[in-house]
């Protein structure tokens, strides 16, 4: 598998989000894997909000979460299924403002699918959009898919057997998030300016459609719910 990330000009609030990546990928080979990052996705949909104190964010925070809990550095929030800092409204390379998460990230991923599909005349093509992640216990960032389009986001090895013939039980492999992870290594975290990764190689199964609920697990079933106090 082979990451190639690239960088672009300074994506400005309202851009046109498929025109940009046209813009600035010269190939889409078949079978490849583009991952976008959040925060473009985001500015193409103006979805921002002038920083005007800590109160004023952490009511942004609330509004944008489906579940809130203070924490000692953060606001420790649920949203679309999945724990995040912050609901994941975010001051980094922002000019000043708050960027929140796109509205809906399968929705982007899919359009911009369609448009690429299109334009660089390939069949079979998948759309990451990213964002990154804390882990409980674990130092830094890593990356994690909010939406894709394109391919299936988890390979199922339940019932198949391992090396010695023992069958698993509850082995799955989420490579949409696999991939965002490298992708979003490779892209970076602070100033490189590449919000767009290539991903050639990636050992996806490309389809037609998506399920979105493939790499959601319901708060109760869980195996860290009883270390943590779930909604209701």
Known sequence: MIITPIKTRIFKEGDNLADFIVECVKRLPEKSVLAVTSKIAALSEKRTALLDGREHKEEIIKKESDWTLRAKYVWLTMKDGMFMANAGVDESNARG???LLPRDSYEVAARLREVL?????????GVLVTDSRTLPLRVGVT???LGYAGFRGVKD?????DLFGRKFHFS???VADG????AVLAMGEGKEQTPLA???????EFCEKVSRTELIIPPTDDIYKSILKFPK
């Open 117 to 125: 599909r299109r334009k660089f005349k390939v069949k079979k093509l």
């Open 198 to 204: 290539l991903i050639a190689g990636a050992p996806v």
């Open 143 to 145: 990356g994690i898919t």
């Open 172 to 174: 799955r492999a989420n």
């Open 179 to 182: 991939l965002s992870a490298a």
């Open 157 to 161: 090895y339940r019932g198949t057997p």
């Open 97 to 99: 403002k708050l960027v």
